[in-house]
């Protein structure tokens, strides 16, 4: 079946560091990979999203890679800052209005 | 523009009873969604709307109802609550198969 997984363990990092989060997909052909920031009891943001054909993207400090051979997906956020402390998911759709969910990954930036 | 809006933010039902979660768009979005998040399960659809008038089936939808009369409204009901749908409900809407906006959730705890 279809799955994405996200690191379900919190990633701790110092601030002005940079954070690096993992989506990794199986038995799914993507056409469009998004991530989204969820912060505590409010809906999920869009951030960014990536094509199957492109290999990075990129917006102010955040960066998006899309490897569709390893099935992988990293997001960056550079020079950290406490605001940053959310959860972060991933969404991938085939092309149809269906898109599947990661469960995030929490990130905590250390002041 | 409000954006996306649910209607209510909280509600507790007993067992068997019913309800109708409201979702409201302002942005002129052809495509709307419901969603629930469990912890540990991420995001899970449970019904989408490609226009007015027109609903399908997301990977959640039974115990569910939704309607979509009006191209800025999407209601999502529940015929005979069970403990099993306490969750927290996501609407969101999106103008093409890309970006999500999505509403600020409705918890719903049925006891």
């Known amino acids: 079946s279809q799955k994405i997984e996200q690191n379900s363990e919190a990633l701790n990092i110092q601030e002005g560091k940079t954070a690096t989060l993992t989506c990794n997909y199986t038995n799914y052909s993507p056409a469009y990979l998004q991530w989204y920031r969820q912060d505590p009891g409010r809906g999920p943001v869009f951030l960014l999203l990536?094509?199957?054909?492109?290999k990075e993207k990129r917006k102010e400090r955040l960066k998006v890679t899309f490897d569709t051979t390893l099935k992988q997906s990293l997001f960056h956020i550079t020079a950290s800052q406490p605001a940053d402390s959310a959860t972060y998911l991933c969404?991938?759709?085939?092309?149809?209005?269906?898109?599947?969910f990661g469960t995030g990954t929490r990130l905590k930036v250390l002041a | 523009n409000a954006g996306v809006t649910q209607t209510p933010k909280f509600r507790v039902l007993k067992t068997g009873q019913s309800m109708t979660l409201l979702c409201a768009q302002d942005?002129?979005?052809?495509?709307m969604y419901w969603y629930r998040q469990d912890p540990g399960m991420g995001l899970r659809l449970i019904h989408y709307?490609?226009?007015?008038?027109?609903?399908a089936k997301g990977e959640v939808p039974d115990g569910y109802n939704v309607s979509r009369l009006k191209k800025q409204n999407f209601l999502l009901g529940l015929e005979s609550a069970a403990p099993s749908q306490t969750s927290v409900y996501f609407c969101?809407?999106?103008?093409?198969?890309?970006?999500?906006?999505f509403g600020p959730g409705t918890r719903l705890l049925v006891l």
């Open positions: 990536i094509r199957e054909n492109e």
């Open positions: 969101a809407s999106s103008p093409v198969q890309e970006t999500q906006y």
């Open positions: 942005m002129n979005h052809e495509y």
């Open positions: 969404a991938l759709t085939s092309g149809t209005y269906k898109y599947i």
């Open positions: 709307s490609v226009g007015e008038g027109t609903t």
